[in-house]
């Protein structure tokens, strides 16, 4: 049993304050957010900069000790909590949570892994920038969990994802050194971008400590729609007209008449009083005007529109999570997925039927503009969760799409690794984790990659 000296050993290193073993405290670490993953831990370790990590991470492969790192375990693929069945640790980032000073001139800032996306956006908005990824969970999301997950969110139409907006990169390998990477350059283009490889790596390769970010000038002045369309491929038409009147478009996001309905039974507003089969919401850097002018050369009939933040017809959109999880008997089968743009339809079509067929309720909205559809199906008979993931996932492959769009593939998607990479792809992906960590000490079973080797054993 490893625990004893072990925890001694990481309150040494970290703190007594800091090793967190009360079931009551430790708890919340190791549910994700979805309830459908629960692991265990011998503790919850929150370690407060770069050296304290490298100290946790070294003392936990000497001993055979997964670590799991964790941000804000937001993430909805169950890789932000530990395996079952296993000693590990939980690494929470929570205290590495330093903003530097903006470099404004240099448009670039650089934070600890732990600071949540909300506390960043403030931060950079004061400076009179802006940062190019936001998301719903923006007051628990932090900046590290962003990088490792590679998220998107609602602007990567306009600004990419996380990945893009990685400039430099902090992070403890798992022989404890520490890799840095760290100038707002835009263009350097030496050697393999190990920060580009981190990014996405969902806590197998490194736990990240820093993150250097660009960032990009405020938007000046916005106006958001809500547009009611029959198709999601009338909702891509619609884009295109905006596109070509020349409207720069900051998102573009689809919801469905069901989405709308469960809303209202929670006591949300509807858009329109006669809900539309699909619903388009669009924010554009533009005047309102403009963008009406937009929607009606496409032949819009119905449309309810907002100029600025446009708080509440975001609202309607960024409702959708909680509302699910809320309303469903059982935790709700997320599916986040991607197909070609005109294939949409075609997989909400595909997706009915097997809902159907299970006794669930699908309810579906996302990511218009990057033909990415987030599958929820609720009311699912968890004995048959697994089934019905993988005929979904079968479909999805079926129409040339991903299995994983943006939350990444954690622990959820496992098995199913082989719809969306070939072999000779995989076995690329599992040198690169033997290389980096031959004993994988970092997130067991996340990516599908092995679990622990004990000290003293081959791999
Ligand atoms: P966690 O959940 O703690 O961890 C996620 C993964 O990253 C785990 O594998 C974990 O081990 C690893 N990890 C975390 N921190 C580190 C670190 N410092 N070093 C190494 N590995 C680490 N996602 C999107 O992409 N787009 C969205 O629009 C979006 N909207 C959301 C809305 C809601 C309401 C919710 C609940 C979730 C949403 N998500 C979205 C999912 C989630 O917010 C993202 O995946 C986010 O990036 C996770 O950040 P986190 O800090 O919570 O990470
Ligand atoms: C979103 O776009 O709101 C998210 O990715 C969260 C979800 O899929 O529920
Ligand atoms: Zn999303």
Redesign the pocket.
């Known amino acids: 049993m490893p625990a004893a000296g072990l925890l001694d050993d990481l309150a040494g290193i970290v703190g007594g304050a800091h090793v967190l073993t009360d079931p009551a405290i430790t708890a919340g670490y190791l549910t994700d ?1 979805t309830g459908r993953w629960t692991g265990d831990a011998l503790a919850v370790v929150r370690p407060g900069n770069t050296a304290e990590v490298a100290g946790v991470v070294r003392r936990c492969a000497e001993s055979g000790v997964a670590i ?9 693929v169950g ?2 909590v530990p395996p079952v069945g296993m000693p590990a640790v939980v690494l929470s ?1 929570a205290r590495l949570d330093w903003i530097d000073d903006v470099d404004v001139p240099g448009r670039a800032v650089g934070a600890g ?1 732990g600071v949540p996306l909300a506390r960043l956006e403030r931060r950079v908005h004061a400076a009179g920038l802006a940062f190019g990824v936001d ?3 923006r007051d ?3 900046v ?3 990088v ?2 590679n ?4 602007h990567v139409v306009r600004y990419g994802s996380m990945r893009a907006q990685v400039l430099g990169i902090e992070a403890v390998l798992a022989s404890g050194e520490v890799l840095r990477r760290w100038r707002p350059l835009r263009k350097d283009n030496v050697g393999y971008d190990l920060p580009g490889l981190l990014t996405g790596s ?2 197998t390769l ?3 400590t820093g993150v250097l970010v660009r960032l990009v000038p405020q938007l000046r002045r916005t106006a958001s729609a809500i547009a009611a369309v029959d198709h999601p491929a009338a909702a891509l038409r619609v884009l295109t007209a905006i596109e070509e009147a020349g409207l720069v478009v900051c998102a573009a996001e689809l919801m469905i008449r069901r989405g709308m309905d469960l809303l209202a039974e929670h006591g949300h507003r509807r858009p329109f009083a006669d809900p539309p089969p699909y619903l388009l919401l669009v924010t554009v850097e533009a005047a309102g005007a403009d963008l009406a002018a937009a929607l009606e050369a496409a032949g819009v009939a119905d449309a309810v529109l907002e100029e600025g933040s446009a708080a509440q017809l975001w609202a309607v959109r960024e409702a959708h ?2 509302i699910i999880a809320r309303a469903s008997t059982t935790p709700v089968v997320k599916l986040d997925v991607s197909v070609p743009l005109p294939a949409l339809g075609d997989l909400i079509d595909a997706v009915d039927p097997l809902a159907a067929e299970f006794g669930a309720r699908h309810i579906p909205f996302g990511h218009l503009a990057d033909g990415n559809l987030h599958v929820n199906l609720l009311d699912v008979d968890p004995a048959r969760a697994d089934e019905l993931t993988d005929r979904v996932l079968r479909a999805v492959a079926g129409l040339g799409g991903s299995i994983s769009a ?3 593939v ?1 622990r959820a998607k496992v098995p199913w690794l082989d719809l969306s990479r070939s072999l000779a792809d995989l076995a690329a992906m599992r040198a690169v984790k033997s290389a980096l960590d031959p004993r994988g000490t970092l ?1 067991p079973g ?1 990516l599908g990659m092995a679990s622990v080797t004990p000290p003293g054993r081959g791999l």
């Open positions: 957010w799991c790192p964790q941000g804000g375990n937001t993430g909805l890789g932000s980032t892994a998301l719903a969970a628990s999301a932090t590290g969990g962003m490792a997950t998220a998107g969110g609602i969902e806590g490194a736990v990240i999570t909680e943006e939350h990444g954690g997130n996340v």
